[in-house]
């Protein structure tokens, strides 16, 4: 698999259910990044997770860093059908102890809120 | 407090013509970065710039692509000889500095040029 592998592909829900998003990762990390992407838009930043950390929140989301199991997980509470998007998690790979900034995404998945 | 700054939006070109994209990062950032994403793909790196050097370009093809960010003005990608294969959506990202990793947190990223080939 490779760097940065999102899971599910794609995620069909109701307005208001929760939407919980995983990312396999490889490399030993500096950090790892969710964004959203809109239709034939660009990428926005939601939340970035250090290596040292395990928890995060940011309004609406949590994130989660498991770095014994190169895996974090994105989790959008009562979602909204304005959170269709695709989502991508992006690690920010560390060589031999220096982090470059070279971010390396996933697939993403494809989430669709119904309203 | 403008964000990346990318143009043009959407570029076309026929097969063997040149693409040339432009990026202004954010005010105060001296560290850019260029991706490209094919359809229905994610985002894959080409290549990181400072000011008038070339930090990292193992995600750029060998042949036909180029990169730089002179002293002065925007950072450009160019793509010579365009192909079909050349299609897609080029992204470019800034952040603030790359030593100092308590500022180099984020990239951000433009709006990105869609680039079709006919």
């Known amino acids: 698999s490779q760097q940065g592998e999102e899971d599910p592909q794609a995620l069909s829900i109701q307005e208001g259910e929760n939407a919980t998003m995983n990312c396999s990762y490889k490399?030993?990390?500096?950090?790892l990044q969710w964004y959203r992407q809109n239709s034939g838009r660009g990428l926005v930043h939601l939340i970035l997770?250090?290596?040292?950390?395990r928890e995060k929140h940011s309004g609406r989301l949590r994130v989660t860093l498991d770095t014994s199991k190169k895996s974090s997980s994105l989790l959008i509470t009562a979602s909204r059908a304005a959170d269709t998007a695709s989502y991508f998690c992006?690690?920010?790979?560390?060589?031999?102890?220096?982090?470059?900034?070279?971010?390396?995404f996933g697939q993403g998945t494809i989430l669709t809120v119904h309203p | 407090n403008a964000g990346v700054m990318q143009n043009p939006r959407h570029l076309v070109r026929r097969r063997g013509q040149e693409a040339r994209l432009r990026c202004s990062p954010m005010k105060g950032h001296s560290h850019v970065y260029w991706y490209r994403q094919l359809p229905e793909e994610g985002l894959k790196f080409m290549v990181y710039?400072?000011?008038?050097?070339?930090?990292?370009e193992s995600g750029m093809p060998k042949e036909r692509f180029s990169a730089e960010f002179p002293k002065e003005g925007p950072s450009i990608l160019r793509i010579q000889q365009v192909v079909r294969g050349d299609s897609a959506a080029y992204f470019c990202?800034?952040?603030?500095?790359?030593?100092?990793?308590?500022?180099?947190?984020?990239?951000?990223f433009g709006p990105g040029t869609r680039l079709t080939v006919l």
């Open positions: 990202a800034s952040s603030p500095s790359y030593y100092v990793e308590s500022l180099r947190d984020t990239q951000y």
């Open positions: 997770i250090r290596s040292n950390e």
């Open positions: 710039l400072q000011k008038e050097n070339i930090i990292d």
């Open positions: 992006a690690t920010d790979e560390r060589v031999g102890g220096t982090s470059y900034g070279k971010l390396t």
């Open positions: 490399t030993s990390i500096n950090n």
